[in-house]
């Protein structure tokens, strides 16, 4: 059985081919993927072709379908492949570390995921990217990871055929690939690695803006149902204000998140993600449960202090105060967790 190292690359310079170099005197097998980088960089590659299995787009295709190319390439000749990294080619991610990743998959992990430890001067933008990341995927999912955009990662082999068929196909998949496995309750180990910024990550083809907006695009499009689920209590919650008023609080916003929480898991469980496993029933309903019963305690001692709100812009006051308390309580339960074992926190 042989562990395989997937990098793409565009217009690359020789960090990757130190990378390739010391990635050869590990063992490790490695297919690269030229993602339309054009002639100026064939040298590049025509040394890096020596070193490892290289795959040409034509044409720039984005870092997702470069992954997914690779992924497809594995699955159809190499039998023998038990476990898959991920590595990006412009020196943030060291041999050691792919290394590190290598051995927790051999103890029997699922998926790994790297964690960049913050230290020193952080690009500014980087700093922010990470930040607004954290934040968005962590209200949307109620998963909390404190680095959801390292490309160090590794899988068993047993996830290709899934990871084959998530949605993206730039910097917008590994956004998705994590979300995807948390969807199916996928055990993810976090390692911590040192964070490497090479000439102020001037290096990184990663814009700012547009690639974070296509992030969150694809995001919101795998996420939807929760968005979808969250209109409805709205609406629900706006037809109680207008038939009931304040009446019966304790128990007509329990109904409306119930109908909220079933909407979601059937329309996740077999309209969403029909072709794949969708393990998070029992989370959700825990979480929702939790949830429910703090906008109903909230709205009742509103209701208290202000009785000429409705119960409509009740909800939408606990719920704006409700949203970042949950951000700060599942980053406190993460650094509290078994996590901490692996990522080494001080």
Known sequence: MEDIVVVPAYQPNDALIRLLEELRSKDFKVIVVDDGSGENYKSIFDKARELSHIITFEKNRGKGAALKAAFSLIKENYPDCEYVITADADGQHRAEDIVRVKNELHQQASFVLTVRKRAGKIPFRSKIGNNLSKFVYTTLTGHYFSDNQSGLRGFGRIHLDWLTQVGGDRYDYEMNMLYYADIQDIPITTI???????????????????DTLKIYKQLFISARITLFSFLLFESLMLAVALIFQNNHIHYTLSLAGAAATIFHIVMNKFVVFRRFHYGEMIRVIVFSIVKYSIYTLGCILLHFLLPYNSIFLNFNLVFLVFVPVNYYVQKGFHLISKDINKENFK
């Not at 911590?192 to 547009?210: R, V, W």
């Open 192 to 210: 911590q690695i040192d964070a490497i910024y090479i000439d102020n990550n001037n290096a990184s083809h990663f814009n700012p803006l547009t």
